[in-house]
C-alpha cells in the first residue's frame, strides 16, 4: 500500500514514454493530482520546452481527444466559446416567410441547438467522455477573456443568453500554457495546479531525441544534444527548444552524418534549423561554432 | 483513473493536518498566495499521497501551492526547511556564477530553478514574526497625493522613497488600462454584428434592415522605453525602473532597454515577477560599466539591431534621460532622427526639467530636441502621470 502512489506515478510516467513524451516524476505527480483534484494544469515555460506536447501526450496517454484554443490578442467569447451559424438562421427565416407563425416563434426556432456553432470551450464540456482541452498561449489573450475563462473553469457551465446555461457533460482535462509575456491575474493562477517546464536536462534531452527520431545513432544523437545543451549557454536571442533539437537532430540523420566532427561546414550550415534569427546566425560564425563543438565534443 | 484512494488512515490524519496548517502558514508568511481553498485542497491531499514518500509529497505540494515561477523556485527550500528540519540554506553566489548570469540575461529563464541564484541572500521569514510587511507601503489618499509632487531629490526617508517606487508601478498598470479604454469608447461602430443584426432581421422576415455594429478592438499602443542608468540619473533611474517593471507587467507590447556606456534588453530581467530579483538582475547587467554616457552610440546600437524588430507605426519610444551625453552631439542628433522616422511618437523625459532655470541647451539635449514629439518633465510622480493624456492620443 506504501508504494500505490509511486506505482502509480511511475506507471504514468511509463504511459507517457510510450506516447512519446518523456515526462518526469514531478510532472507524472502534477497530472495525477489534476485528475484527483479536478483542477486545470497551467505549464509555463520558455518557448519551445514542450508544453503543448504534454497535452498532446496527455490525451494520447488517456485516450482521449485533444480540443485545442489557440489564444490570442482579440480572442473573443464569438471564437472560444460559441458563434451562432448566421447563414443558416437566415436561410431558416426565409424558408418559414410564407408560413403563418409568429415572429416570436420564429425567433425561438432560429435560436435552437441545430444552428449553434460549438468553438473549443463549449465543445468541450459537451462531451460524455471528458476530452484533454489545451488553451495554448493563455497570455495573449485579453484580460476580459482571461476573466471569463476563469468562470467557465470554476464552473464549468456556459450561458448562452438565447438558449439558457448549458452545464457540462463531464469535466475535462484542462491543460494551460504560458510564456510569461504578460503577467496573468491572480484568481486564474490559483485555480491550477502549477508546473514550471524547464529546458530538459542533458540526460532527459538524449532520451527525448531516441525515443522521437528513430534509427538515430548511438554517437551522434549523444552530440548533436551536448552541442545544443552549449548553445543555450551561448547569448542568443532566441534559445532553440527541444523540437529545434529535433529538427537537427533529424536533419543530420538525413545527411548520414556519423559524427559531427567529419563535417564542420555541414554542421555550420544546418544549424539554421537550431538558429531562427538573423542576429543569432551572424553572433556564430564558423570559428565560434568550431570551438563550441571542441569544447563539448 | 480511480485515483481518490485512501492511503492514511484517519487516526492519523489529525497530526498531519496541523503539521500541514503549520507549513501554509509558513508559505502565506513567505509571499505565496495561499488561502483556505488552497488549505481545504492540501488536506484532502495529504490524505490521498503516501506522507513516507517526502519527495513526491513535495511534489504534489508543490503543483498545488505554487502560482508562479518565483514560487516554484523558492518552494523546495522552504519545504526543506519545514518537513526536512533542513537549515535555510543561504546559497552565496559567487561573483563568477553572478556575471555568467549576467552575460546570459539576453533569454530569460536560463538559471536553473536548483541553483543558487534565486535564494542568494535570502532568509526565510518564520510565521508569527514580522507580518507587517508589504502592509507598510500603503499609504492614505492625501499621503500619497503629498508624495507625487515631491522632487524626488526632496525625498531622504527611504520609506517614503518605497511608497513612491510602489506607486509609480501601480500607475502604469492603472494607465493601461484607462488607455484601452479610452480607445474602446472613440472607435466604435465599425464592423456589422451579424449577431445583433440577426436578432433584429426577425421581424423584418429575414431581411437585415437594422443593422447592428460591433466596436472595433483596439490596436494596443507598443511601448519602447529607453532608460538612462548612468551615474547622474542615479537618483531618478530607480524610480523609472519601478515603472518600467509596471509598464511590462500590463503592456502586453512593451520592450526596455537600460544605457549607459552600453545598451542592454532588460525586459526578460525586468519580467520577473519577483521585485528583488528584478532588480538583482538588472544590476548585474547594469554593474561593471564605467566612463560617460555615450546615448547616441546606444540609440544607434538601438536603432541598427532591435529598432526593425520591434519599432512599427504604433510604437511610442520614451527615452528617459538627463541628457548628458559624452559622445558627439551631431551623433545624437542623427541617431534620434532615424529613431523618429521608425517610431509613431518619441517622448523624452527628463527629470531636469523639473529643476528652476533648466534649460535644454547642453549639446547633446539640444540636438535630440529637434525629432522628439513630447518632451516632459520626470521629477517626480505627478509628472509621471501626466505622460496617460500623451500616450492615449497615439
Known amino acids: 500500500m506504501a508504494d500505490k502512489s509511486r506505482r502509480e506515478r511511475e506507471t504514468l510516467q511509463r504511459r507517457f514514454a510510450g506516447a512519446g513524451y518523456i515526462a518526469d516524476p514531478e510532472l507524472a505527480t502534477a497530472v495525477l493530482l489534476m485528475q484527483r483534484l479536478e483542477r486545470p494544469l497551467m505549464l509555463e515555460g520558455e518557448a519551445g520546452v514542450g508544453k503543448t506536447e504534454v497535452a498532446k501526450a496527455l490525451a494520447a496517454v488517456l485516450g482521449r481527444p485533444l480540443i485545442r484554443l489557440q489564444c490570442y490578442e482579440g480572442l473573443d467569447a464569438n471564437a472560444a466559446v460559441y458563434e451562432w451559424n448566421y447563414q443558416a438562421q437566415l436561410l431558416a427565416i426565409k424558408i418559414w416567410e410564407s408560413e403563418s407563425v409568429s415572429p416570436e416563434e420564429k425567433r425561438r426556432h432560429v435560436f435552437q441547438e441545430e444552428f449553434l456553432l460549438r468553438r473549443p470551450l463549449l465543445e468541450a464540456i459537451s462531451r460524455d467522455d471528458p476530452p484533454v482541452l489545451l488553451i495554448d498561449e493563455i497570455d495573449r489573450a485579453d484580460e476580459e477573456f482571461e476573466a471569463y475563462l476563469l468562470e467557465v473553469l470554476s464552473d464549468f457551465q456556459i450561458t448562452i443568453p438565447e ?6 457533460v463531464s469535466i475535462p482535462y484542462v491543460v494551460l500554457t504560458s510564456n510569461g509575456t504578460r503577467e496573468l491575474s ?4 490559483r485555480r491550477c495546479l502549477y508546473h514550471w517546464v524547464d529546458f530538459p536536462s542533458e540526460d532527459k534531452e538524449l532520451r527525448i531525441v531516441s525515443a522521437r527520431v528513430p534509427g538515430i545513432d548511438a554517437q551522434l544523437a549523444s552530440q548533436v544534444v551536448r552541442f545544443v545543451q552549449a548553445l543555450r549557454r551561448e547569448d542568443l536571442r532566441k534559445v532553440p527548444g527541444v523540437a529545434e533539437t529535433l529538427d537537427w537532430a533529424r536533419a543530420l540523420t538525413g545527411f548520414e552524418l556519423k559524427d559531427l566532427r567529419d563535417d564542420p561546414p555541414a554542421v555550420r550550415e544546418s544549424l539554421l534549423c537550431l538558429l531562427k534569427t538573423h542576429a543569432d546566425q551572424r553572433s556564430l560564425p564558423q570559428e565560434k561554432v568550431e570551438a563550441i563543438m571542441g569544447r563539448v565534443l | 483513473m480511480n485515483a481518490l484512494t485512501e492511503t492514511n488512515g484517519p487516526a492519523g490524519g489529525a497530526a498531519v493536518v ?6 501554509l502558514r509558513l508559505l502565506r508568511d513567505n509571499g505565496f498566495p495561499v488561502g483556505i481553498a488552497e488549505a481545504l485542497d492540501a488536506a484532502r491531499l495529504a490524505r490521498t499521497v503516501n506522507l513516507a514518500d517526502r519527495r513526491a509529497f513535495g511534489w504534489a505540494l508543490r503543483a498545488l501551492l505554487c502560482s508562479t515561477r518565483t514560487d516554484w523556485r523558492r ?5 526543506a526547511f519545514y518537513w526536512l528540519r533542513r537549515g535555510a540554506k543561504r546559497a552565496v ?3 563568477a556564477s553572478a556575471a555568467r548570469n549576467g552575460a546570459r540575461l539576453g533569454s530569460e529563464g536560463i538559471v536553473p530553478p536548483s541553483g543558487p541564484a534565486g535564494l542568494a541572500d535570502r532568509v526565510i521569514r518564520a510565521p508569527g514574526g514580522d507580518a507587517g510587511t508589504g502592509e507598510g507601503t500603503r499609504g492614505g489618499a492625501s499621503a500619497a ?6 522632487d524626488l531629490r526632496h525625498l531622504a526617508d527611504p520609506e517614503a522613497m518605497a511608497r513612491v517606487h510602489d506607486l509609480a508601478e ?4 492603472r494607465m493601461r488600462y484607462r488607455i484601452t479604454r479610452r480607445h474602446r469608447l472613440r472607435r466604435r461602430g465599425r464592423v456589422p454584428d451579424l449577431r445583433g443584426t440577426i436578432h433584429r432581421s ?4 429575414g431581411t437585415p434592415l437594422e443593422l447592428r455594429f460591433r466596436r472595433r478592438h483596439p490596436k494596443p499602443v507598443n511601448l519602447v522605453l529607453i532608460l538612462d542608468a548612468s551615474g547622474s540619473m542615479n537618483l531618478y533611474s530607480s524610480l523609472f525602473v519601478r515603472f518600467v517593471r509596471g509598464v511590462l507587467g500590463s503592456f502586453r507590447n512593451a520592450e526596455a532597454f537600460v544605457f549607459h556606456t552600453r545598451l542592454a534588453h532588460i525586459s526578460p530581467a525586468l519580467k520577473e515577477r519577483d521585485l528583488e530579483r528584478a532588480l538583482e538582475r538588472m544590476a548585474i547587467l547594469a554593474s561593471g560599466w564605467s566612463g560617460g554616457t555615450r546615448i547616441g552610440d546606444c540609440l544607434r546600437r538601438f536603432n541598427d539591431e532591435y529598432a526593425a524588430g520591434i519599432l512599427n507605426s504604433r510604437s511610442i519610444v520614451i527615452v528617459m534621460s538627463d541628457g548628458y551625453d559624452t559622445g558627439a552631439p551631431a551623433l545624437l542628433g542623427e541617431e534620434m532622427r532615424r529613431l523618429k522616422r521608425r517610431a509613431r511618437k518619441v517622448v523624452w523625459l527628463n527629470p531636469l526639467i523639473g529643476w528652476q532655470g533648466y534649460r535644454p541647451v547642453a549639446g547633446g539635449m539640444a540636438a535630440a530636441l529637434p525629432h522628439v514629439d513630447v518632451f516632459a518633465p520626470a521629477h517626480n510622480l505627478e509628472s509621471l502621470m501626466a505622460l496617460e493624456p500623451v500616450l492615449a492620443r497615439l
Not at chain 2, 496541523?18 to 507549513?23: D, I, M, S, Y
Open chain 2, 202 to 205: 426577425v421581424k423584418y422576415g
Open chain 1, 186 to 189: 491572480d484568481a486564474l493562477r
Open chain 1, 163 to 168: 438558449l439558457g446555461t448549458v452545464k457540462a
Open chain 2, 170 to 173: 501601480r500607475l502604469a498598470r
Open chain 2, 145 to 150: 497625493e503629498a508624495l507625487a509632487a515631491t
Open chain 2, 18 to 23: 496541523r503539521r500541514l496548517v503549520g507549513f
Open chain 2, 93 to 95: 553566489r559567487s561573483n
Open chain 2, 75 to 79: 518552494f523546495d527550500e522552504l519545504f
